[in-house]
């Protein structure tokens, strides 16, 4: 009895420690959230493809969409007010200013914008969503079979499919599509995580490549990069989650194979300390932040699921301590590597790319630990 007693009380530790650390994120999350980028305000000077306001993707990008993404399932799993208010402040204000074009990157903030608008049925919001999926499916190029091209501010990339976009745009067509009941925007959904699927996935590991490029038909510099990874770790459960009963048998069959087989693949690759690589495959290349929350935060929503086995569930708790220690007393995570393009010749590329805060990495963080504190509070249970 004293036994289970004490185990008992390192749990409760772990979970208060938990909730300090998602305290601390959230009070820490506008310092990030309205950091300028200098690189890439810089590169958008001479290389902004739309050719209009630069002053509009300063706050609105995809290292802002997927850090409200973060903030919002903070709001939803706790009421956090705090969250709500943030997320409020931010989306009225852009939308006040006036958003940017209208490309893959560019769209990653409007998936937390639909579930603000249902929450708060504010029309104006409903009305931008409706409006910039009519510009994702109708203006965004496509390459060969019909993907949509990874085009972003500064770069056309042409013929190329990238695994950041099921993430950054592939999610909000298929909430989208599920809120209005549109069979045709779930099955381009759906068609887009299995076209990717097929060019991305290395049949050898189970991992994927970072892009594929329909002009010379290569995987680039085949690099099994971190984060891209755990895009796909984290957009599964996420798309199966959002279509609910509306996925295709055969889809939810095919995609919960192929996340099994990343993780498996995940498991043999992990740093003692519970960590990942920046390149998975490369112990020589740093440990990183953002990629070990997203495999861990997937690992655990898809244990919690019951798309993976439960035994997932303790490798995606393995690096809590590690994640925990990164994350600083006024809340920004630490040992997160920069926004990367394509390595398009060497894996060396992605072994450079700097560390620094950004918004994504405080994100992947919340995500992780609200999955992490339900773990624990399972097993208490």
Not at 19 to 46: R, S
Not at 67 to 75: A, C, I, N, R
Not at 266 to 285: C, R, V
Request: overall charge negative.
């Amino acid at each position: 009895m004293m036994m289970k007693n004490n185990l008992e009380e390192k749990k409760d530790m772990l979970l208060e420690e938990i909730t300090e650390k998602l305290e601390c994120l959230i009070n820490g999350f506008e310092k990030v959230l309205y950091d300028d980028d200098d690189i890439f305000l810089q590169n958008m000077k001479t290389d902004n493809l739309a050719g209009d306001d630069v002053q509009k993707y300063r706050f609105w990008e995809w290292t802002q969409g997927v850090g409200l993404f973060g903030l919002w399932k903070q709001f939803e799993e706790n009421r956090d007010e705090k969250a709500l208010a943030m997320l409020k402040r931010y989306y009225d204000e852009r939308i006040a200013d006036g958003l940017p074009s209208c490309n893959i990157n560019t769209t990653a903030p409007m998936l937390t914008l639909t579930y603000l608008y249902e929450y708060t049925k504010n029309e104006t919001y409903w009305e931008t969503c409706r409006e910039w999926l009519k510009k994702v499916l109708t203006e965004l190029p496509r390459t060969k079979e019909g993907g949509f091209q990874h085009l972003t501010s500064d770069t056309l990339n042409e013929q190329e499919l990238w695994d950041d976009t099921l993430f950054m745009t592939i999610l909000f067509i298929a909430r989208m599509g599920k809120m209005m009941n549109d069979r045709a925007c779930i099955e381009e959904a759906q068609y887009q995580f299995e076209l990717h699927k097929k060019y991305l996935e290395d049949r050898k590991t189970g991992l994927w490549f970072h892009g594929w490029t329909f002009n010379g038909r290569h995987n680039f510099a085949g690099g099994l990069w971190g984060r891209g990874n755990s895009w796909v770790t984290i957009a599964i459960p996420e798309l199966i989650g959002i279509l609910g009963d509306d996925c295709e048998p055969v889809i939810r069959r095919l995609l919960t194979e192929t996340l099994l087989n990343q993780v498996e693949a995940l498991k043999t690759y992990q740093a003692d300390n519970g960590m990942w690589h920046t390149l998975i495959d490369d112990s020589d290349s740093y440990l990183e932040t953002s990629a070990t929350t997203g495999f861990a935060y997937g690992m655990l929503k898809a244990a919690h699921m019951g798309l993976i086995d439960e035994s997932f569930a303790e490798c995606g708790m393995k690096p809590l301590g590690a994640v925990m220690d990164y994350i600083s007393e006024d809340g920004v995570v630490g040992q997160v590597s920069y926004g990367t393009p394509m390595g398009r010749e060497e894996k060396q590329f992605y072994k450079d790319i700097e560390i620094r805060p950004m918004p994504y990495g405080q994100a992947m963080a919340i995500l992780y630990l609200i999955e992490a504190r339900k773990e624990l509070t399972r097993e208490v249970k």
